[in-house]
């Protein structure tokens, strides 16, 4: 990526900023070169990552939220990345896609770009990173980091987020489940969304109740975003945040303005308290540990030999040897650690 | 754990079993030269993977499933391990265990254990791992991995399975949101659960269709497992294996002979095909590569100063060095990497 290029992107073309998401993608040469152009042009753009399981309404609420977005007095540029498990069948990003709305396609302040990444663990959450690096560079105000269901991969990518939004949907019993599920201490707000549906307001009240329960339980914040301001930059108590629940009928677009209220709330919270600078913080020295273990598994592939690994491999296969052995003996062999 | 526990563990002794289960879960040194001593007894269990959106009745069906496997005529031992992403509320396990039934807490050839994993990214997976291997060490002949949804934390945890079950319930529309989960191509079995609500019988043609599309579009099988045996030990082309969509109602014990018969004939399938072979041999790898992860990781911060690193980040956060720069210069730094 050369100067002209990284002016270009900054400048706002839309075709550079493919490219370069195409190459960071595909984790070329190219691509990593183009994050160490962008790195100084990051670190300001608010990253709000939206997840909850399939079938809440995800991707409508992001439409909705996006169009009230880009209905403000100062129109922030708006970046939506949805981040798909990687399926045979639609290639992931396809049914993602489709319900995109075109009049959102066609508005020169948004960028929408699926993502269906498979491969080494982690490789969801470096990706995101990534994309949102670019984005940040590019000018994007906010990024809107859409993740379906809420394993463990997801709630990596989540934590890239300043502000995390989950989205359930009006429910009777199943409700025990989602909270089995631990998203609830990953939400910074929480959406009812199809409020229009039988127990809304019961959900509602319920999550509510969870999430006092769990506040007193903690004694200050039952939120980890409050924890981690106590913890590492424990110079005042933080003002904690507990997580107000809305409801919302996303393909009515009703809602959506509130939400957007809690989300410039939130906004307000993370800078005044200082997590937002916590948030960064982590988020960078966890690329600094990826990169590294990247670089140190990259070190070692390149010294082993297939044959030696395949041998080793055939004595733990034959139980000669534990996996932890055989990778005690290989890293001996190569360099006597 | 000495030779004695060993006997007592591989004679049946629970109370080892429970010990030594939380020297692994903790990751003490106990726990690891544990692993260390039961390895050579392992290799016999079958793993069946159970996954699927929350709500859809995994328990039930585990439960189910334990109690047709323990009326068979050779009684197997059961083993079933809940994953639960860890939730500050109810401490993972403990909703997990309340819908376990009290008839299998009482019965000598079941156990059942929750593990609720926070921690590195790859965690769940590598605990889950070991514990398998304790279970299979202890002469535990099925191991049940129940785990919530499909992410890609949860897909990793299946990969360890020699079968994987997806659970899914009677649905118009949501559907479509399943496939996007990506959960499709990684069922070796399909179960429609709760299958006396409305829409079983579409959801099962559905399934069908998408599954027999994915079949078709791949030449072969639309199946991973048969892809792996094609590329890794191409010998002959392995008979491919089409995932059967049952219909249960687990809390009324509906379906579950059928099920036990599919999973009976899947594991046929895996043992003429080779393609048991080759998981086995997937999974130590991986386990050796974990390994070798670990201890290059471990390596590298035991050689690193809390303050180098410190100052290192503190660079990357004032946008004057990248990650990928701050990782290459912590390697030199270190031992000219």
Chains 1, 2 share one sequence.
Not at 5 to 28: A, F, H, M, Y
Not at 67 to 73: F, G, H, K, M, N
Not at 114 to 139: H, I, N, P, W, Y
Not at 238 to 254: G, R, Y
């Amino acid at each position: 990526m050369n100067a002209q290029e990284v002016k270009n992107l900054i400048r706002g073309d839309r075709l550079t900023l493919s490219r370069i998401l195409s190459q960071v993608e595909s984790q070329s040469e190219a691509g990593r070169q183009a994050l160490e152009a962008l790195f100084p042009f990051t670190g300001r753009a608010h990253k709000i990552g939206i997840t909850g399981a399939p079938g809440a309404g995800k991707s409508s609420l992001v439409n909705a939220l996006t169009r009230q977005l880009r209905r403000q007095p100062d129109a922030p540029k708006v970046a939506i990345i949805a981040v798909d498990p990687t399926s045979p069948f639609s290639g992931g990003a396809l049914l993602g896609d489709r319900v995109r709305m075109p009049d959102l396609q066609r508005d020169p302040g948004v960028f929408i770009r699926s993502m269906a990444t498979r491969g080494a663990l982690g490789g969801l959450a470096a990706a995101t990173e990534a994309f949102s690096q670019v984005f940040d560079a590019a000018g994007y105000d906010i990024i809107l980091i859409e993740t379906v269901g809420a394993g463990q991969a997801e709630v990596e990518v989540v934590n890239l987020a300043h502000t995390t939004i989950v989205v359930d949907t009006p429910g009777t019993g199943d409700d025990i489940q989602a909270i089995k599920a631990g998203i609830l201490e990953i939400a910074d707000i929480l959406v009812i969304n199809k409020a229009d549906r039988p127990g809304a307001d019961q959900s509602v009240r319920y999550l509510q109740a969870m999430l006092e329960m769990g506040y007193a339980r903690s004694g200050t914040a039952g939120h980890h975003a409050s924890e981690t301001v106590n913890s590492v930059a424990a110079e005042k108590p933080a003002e904690p945040w507990l997580p107000p629940v809305l409801k919302t009928i996303a393909i009515e677009s009703q809602g959506i303005e509130d939400l957007l209220g809690a989300i410039q709330a939130h906004r307000k919270f993370l800078l005044e308290s200082g997590t937002w600078q916590v948030k960064e913080r982590q988020a960078l020295q966890k690329a600094i540990q990826r990169a590294i273990a990247q670089n140190l598994m990259d070190f070692w592939e390149a010294k082993i030999t297939p044959e030696l690994f395949e041998a080793t491999l055939q004595s733990v296969v034959e139980r000669k040897l534990s996996p932890e052995s055989a990778a005690q003996y290989l890293l001996q062999t190569i360099q006597g650690l």
